[in-house]
């Protein structure tokens, strides 16, 4: 069965970066676009932005461009996900999410468990 | 950038009763066209995708439709779990999806 395992809670200072795992199994990881959603306190889901496993290539939303890196290590089927420069309304639930087919335009089926952000001085 | 707009942004429905949820893209998406059911704590569950085909495992009572911009979701009969916030998601516009700001269903 497909899941996806993140990292644990992270706290940071204002200005510091953050790096987030998704650790993949029942599937085969390089074969499904890997998307990046997070969601702030009582607040709706955003999208960041995805990775495709296989060739590495990413897409960014416009509003993280040049803070947010996607990357991946297809040897251990873990994709990552690091935002610099991180203020106050950076604290979140990120989570990872794999599409439902092996295609670019394809829904999100598969979600992580989550991983809560804080940024506080 | 495609916007994504639902209304109403809460919605009061008794268990038992049709709770009817809107979509809106500030352009044309054809048929993609995700739902999604997020309960608090939970991460979100696919409901619907190609605006109107339910995802693996999910009631019938969940159905959806629309194409374009204008798309519903309608919960024929709220069940007690039902109570939740439906999030509405493009996947057209590629490389960029976006979600909508959701709706809440609550106990009325």
């Known amino acids: 069965q497909v899941q996806l395992v993140q990292s644990g809670a992270e706290v940071k200072k204002p200005g510091a970066s953050v790096k987030v795992s998704c650790k993949a199994s029942g599937y085969t990881f390089t074969g499904y676009y890997m998307h990046w959603v997070r969601q702030a306190p009582g607040q709706g889901l955003e999208w960041m932005g995805w990775i495709n496993p296989n060739s590495g290539g990413t897409n960014y939303a416009q509003k993280f461009q040049g803070r947010v890196t996607m990357t991946r290590d297809t040897s251990i089927s873990t994709a990552y996900m690091e935002l610099s420069r991180l203020r106050s309304d950076d604290t979140a639930v990120y989570y990872c999410?794999?599409?439902?087919?092996?295609?670019?335009?394809?829904?999100?089926?598969?979600w992580g468990q989550g991983t809560l952000v804080t940024v506080s001085s | 950038e495609i916007v994504m707009t639902q209304s109403p942004a809460t919605l009061s429905v008794s268990p038992g009763e049709r709770a009817t949820l809107s979509c809106r893209a500030s352009q044309s998406v054809s048929s993609n066209l995700a739902w999604y059911q997020q309960k608090p704590g939970q991460a979100p569950r696919l409901l619907i995708y190609g605006a109107s085909t339910r995802a693996t495992g999910i009631p019938a009572r969940f159905s959806g439709s629309g194409s374009g911009t204008e798309f519903t979701l309608t919960i024929s009969s709220l069940q007690s779990e039902d109570f939740a916030v439906y999030y509405c998601?493009?996947?057209?516009?590629?490389?960029?999806?976006?979600f909508g700001p959701g709706t809440k269903v609550d106990i009325k």
């Open positions: 998601q493009q996947y057209n516009n590629w490389p960029a999806f976006t």
């Open positions: 999410a794999r599409v439902t087919w092996a295609v670019a335009i394809s829904p999100i089926d598969y």
